[in-house]
């Protein structure tokens, strides 16, 4: 038997009886498999996609903090982390791909997308650079019941144009949770939306292709306000009158968590 196995990189499943394992390892063939990464997942998110794939920790960790070169990352700060980048998609991969190679092929497809839909012109048009859609897109991803990315990316410009805080829970709560402290609208971080105005230092997940086209095409309204109500319906307000009339009339549930 030992004269049959053929040398060769394979991915086995712990699924596997050891007869199939045998098997597998008999008939030669170069394996392949799939690994999937969901649109609105943290870094923290997709570095458990790695490690459920068999990946060592050593080298995702290893993989994550390489200072990639693209234009993809262009206006990323220095020493920021992939938050937001690794693109949402399940990718089909060789057997033998190291924990770089997925990243490159996530970074290419999020490339391909941004080409597709001629982002960086678009968000020029709302006065962002790459960066600052990525990073909008991001709270969009996560602040969206489906269906309503381009009223909220108004909403959230409209708010960055007069200079109004975005007011986004997702970003305290993101912050919060990366850095392991109680989640609290009073938290003093730039990530905290509701105390500093502006964009947050960077994006909080990844946003998907939904997204990232709302930024660069908003919905044609004047809402300044909007909410997810206890339905999941999206509830919108030019005022904060009405807002807090859609909070009294439709959100008593969500709108008490923090």
Known sequence: MQ??????????????????????????????FDI??????????NRQVLLAAGYPAEEVDAALAVNYQSPLFAGK?????????????????????AVTDILLRTF?????????????????????????GITLASIIQRESGGGDQAEIAQIFLKRLEIGMELGSDVTYQYIADKTGVERSVDLDSPYNTRR????????????????????????DTDYLFFLSGDDDVTYY?????????NIR??????????
């Open 3 to 32: 004269n049959s196995l053929r040398a060769g990189t394979y991915r086995l499943s712990p699924s596997e009886s050891t007869p199939e394992i045998v098997g597998h390892l008999q008939n030669g063939k170069v394996d392949s």
């Open 36 to 45: 999937t990464f969901l649109p609105g997942a943290t870094l923290a998110d």
């Open 77 to 97: 700060p220095t020493g920021a982390d992939l938050e937001g980048y690794i693109f949402g998609e399940t990718y089909r991969m060789a057997s033998g791909a």
């Open 108 to 132: 290419d497809e999020f490339e391909a997308v941004i080409d597709e839909y001629d982002l960086v012109a678009g968000y020029e048009a709302q006065g962002l650079s790459l960066f600052e």
């Open 196 to 219: 500093y105005a502006g964009l947050p230092p960077g994006p909080i997940a990844v946003p998907g292709v939904d997204a990232l086209r709302a930024v660069a095409a908003p919905a």
């Open 237 to 245: 307000g030019r005022t904060l009158e009405e807002h807090e009339a």
């Open 249 to 258: 009339n439709y959100c008593q549930q969500k709108c008490q968590i923090i």
